[in-house]
């Protein structure tokens, strides 16, 4: 095998070991989706595993009473989180699309999960009418390049006004958008609401490769 291809495959195998963890059904499903509406899906894929472990590190939730995930799609970051948490721990999901958000119910709401089909704009109202006070942490994977500036705006302040001081919020980007137009908008946005906040080393065994965004209220 000549040199350079030989190199390519060794970079490349991680990455493909990694995507061959993900199963292809939950492969299939999330590409129908991107399908019918890119923006709103904001990705061709689900997570990896190792996008997911980093998400959950150091997000305090083994010590958690209440944690909110946003933008679930088929539940990649869903099952790290569960993982993580105490059995009496609150966990609520919210999900924007109907079909995804009906899987996560049927994959999930057996092991306690409150799945809601809701824009995460309404974080808030949801967590009022259920009357479970102050989050600890919420975990987010929406697609915010693809939202407008007030609808990023609105959302961000959803989130804080939800944490208990103290509380953390993570979110991630794609590397390779993060310094295009709509990915430095987005930062300046997110370090406006939230300015206790650090960026992760990059995830390469992620398609694409992914960083996270890790905030403290
Ligand atoms: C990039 S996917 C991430 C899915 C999954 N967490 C993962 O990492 O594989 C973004 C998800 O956010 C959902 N979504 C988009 N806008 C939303 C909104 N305003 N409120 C809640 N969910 C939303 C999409 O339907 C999609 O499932």
């Known amino acids: 095998m ?4 030989e190199s390519i495959a060794r970079t490349a195998s991680p990455l493909v070991e990694s995507l061959g963890r993900i199963r292809l059904q939950e492969r ?10 890119p923006r709103s899906t904001g990705a061709i894929g689900p997570s990896s595993p190792e ?3 980093a998400m959950v590190r150091d997000m305090g ?3 958690a009473d209440l944690v909110v995930e946003l ?3 088929t539940g990649a970051f869903t099952t790290a989180i569960l993982d993580e948490l105490a059995p009496e721990t609150r966990f609520m999901v919210m999900e924007l699309n109907p079909r995804l958000a009906a899987s996560l119910e049927r994959d999930f709401a057996h092991e306690g999960v409150d799945v809601v089909c809701a824009s ?3 974080l808030c109202r949801h967590l ?11 975990v987010s994977s929406l697609p915010w ?3 407008s500036s007030a609808l990023q705006h609105a959302i961000l302040r959803e989130i804080r006004r939800a944490l208990r001081p103290g509380g953390r919020f993570c979110t991630f980007a794609y590397a390779h958008a993060a310094w295009l137009p709509s990915g430095v908008k987005f930062r300046r946005e997110l370090r406006a609401v939230f300015p206790e906040c650090e960026i992760l080393p990059i995830v390469w065994r992620n398609l694409p490769p992914a960083f996270i965004y890790r905030c403290e209220r």
């Open 128 to 138: 009022d009418a259920s009357e479970v006070g102050r989050v600890d942490a919420v």
């Open 120 to 122: 995460a704009e309404a």
């Open 61 to 63: 939730l083994e010590s």
């Open 71 to 73: 933008g679930a799609g």
């Open 2 to 5: 000549p040199p350079v291809v």
């Open 51 to 53: 996008l997911a472990e």
């Open 28 to 37: 299939l499903r999330f590409l129908y989706e991107f399908a019918r509406d």
């Open 145 to 147: 390049v693809c939202f």
